[in-house]
Nanobody, 113 residues
Framework: QVHLEESGGGLVQPGGSLRLSCAAS????????IDWYRQAPGESRERVAR???????WYAASVKGRFAISRDNAKNMVNLQMNSLKPEDTAVYYC???????WGQGTQVTVSS
């Protein structure tokens, strides 16, 4: 059974940075595709980034140039570096393993002064 756990969320001022991590057990993240999603209150879940098996990446237009997804194979983790954060980035962020369709419990990111 695949278990994912997100961490790294918190409160940050506009313009600040956070790095989210998605740690896995029961799955080798280097051999699967991982998506990061976010869900703001009252809104539907939105995909913001993907990393494929080959390391190719995709970003939503709203975060392109500010967010970067990467793997840490030694730790079996996928990270999401978020820079130049804006209040509209406030949401619960989730990682999803496309092979198993496992989801983490989410980590809250709040961007506010």
């Amino acid at each position: 059974q695949v278990h994912l756990e997100e961490s790294g969320g918190g409160l940050v001022q506009p313009g600040g940075s956070l790095r989210l991590s998605c740690a896995a057990s029961g799955s080798d993240l280097s051999s699967t595709e991982i998506d990061w999603y976010r869900q703001a209150p009252g809104e539907s879940r939105e995909r913001v980034a993907r990393i494929t098996r080959t390391g190719a990446t995709w970003y939503a237009a709203s975060v392109k140039g500010r967010f970067a997804i990467s793997r840490d194979n030694a730790k079996n983790m996928v990270n999401l570096q978020m820079n130049s954060l804006k209040p509209e980035d406030t949401a619960v962020y989730y990682c999803n393993d496309l092979t198993s369709n496992a989801w983490g419990q989410g980590t809250q990111v709040t961007v506010s002064s």
